[in-house]
């Protein structure tokens, strides 16, 4: 495949005017060498990597910046923690997850070939790849973990929820970004996969938050991504912590505040979107 869409599958450029402009500045490494045609012909399992941009804000992907918004947000701290990342790709979460202290994560991912080398080459990392989650148990992947994070794509969150809860250990943490995309009616999704409505993606976002609640958690936080998705998809992140059976629910987020997030969201992010 022709090296800028493999870019930006991997999460490594916005788009393909992105990934073009970061060939023609020097900044991808094929392997061990500099490419220098967007259009050159790799192979999907080829190793690649960015050399070090702001844009990524030291990440190896831009994911990076959207768990780095949301554990901001939520005040979480993972030093020490047991951690999945869930649909890891090419690494952007875990990235983060290292780089705030986590003792270690077990990256999964259905894919194979995706996962920074370096990242893959750390031993506080666990890759699963070719790993399906509905099909495997929390000990399959060196759980049950502290905190699940997630970044899935093609397939709704509320299908993964049960298991997503399976993983955690009492009282653990779940932080996911929400693609209203993959969320969304087919009425909602316009040309290019993008969702733009406000209130769909009000919709997605209190879709998610009840199969979340239907699976013993409670939501307790919501934020934007600071970066739009490839297509431009304005994207969200939630917290949720799992809670006790015997443990009395607490107040869940309204749709008033789902509603505020959105539309700081749109705000911000309108012309990316």
């Not at 006790?244 to 107040?251: A, F, M």
Request: charge should be negative.
């Amino acid at each position: 495949m022709r090296l800028d869409e493999l870019l930006v599958e991997r999460g490594l450029a916005r788009d393909l005017h992105d990934a073009q402009a970061y060939v023609m500045a020097g900044e991808v490494v094929v392997g061990e060498h500099r490419a220098t045609s967007a259009g050159m012909s790799v192979k999907p399992d080829v190793a690649l990597r960015l050399k070090d941009d702001k844009r990524r804000g030291g990440f190896v992907s831009r994911g990076g910046l959207k768990l780095q918004q949301a554990l901001d947000t939520f005040g979480l701290e993972v030093g020490g923690l047991a951690c999945a990342d869930l649909g890891a790709s090419s690494g952007g979460f875990t990235d983060c997850l290292l780089q705030r202290g986590a003792a270690r994560v077990s990256a999964v991912d259905v894919g194979v070939g995706q996962f920074d080398w370096r990242l893959r080459n750390d031993p506080r990392v666990s890759l699963f790849e070719r790993t399906n989650i509905r099909n495997v148990s929390a000990a399959d992947i060196d759980g049950p973990f502290d905190l699940v994070v997630a970044d899935l794509s093609f397939i709704s969150l509320a299908s993964v929820m049960s298991d997503v809860a399976a993983f955690l250990k009492p009282q653990g943490c779940f932080v996911s970004l929400i693609k209203p995309q993959f969320e969304a009616s087919k009425e909602d999704v316009g040309e290019g996969g993008v969702v733009h409505d406000p209130q769909a993606h009000a919709r997605c976002i209190e879709a998610v938050f009840e199969s979340a609640r239907a699976c013993g958690f409670e939501v307790c936080g919501l934020t934007y991504s600071p970066v739009t998705g490839p297509a431009g998809n304005i994207e969200f992140l939630f917290w949720a912590k799992s809670r006790p059976c015997d443990s009395p629910r607490e107040g869940s987020m309204c749709f008033d505040e789902i509603e505020r997030v959105v539309a700081e969201a749109h705000a911000k992010l309108k012309g990316e979107s």
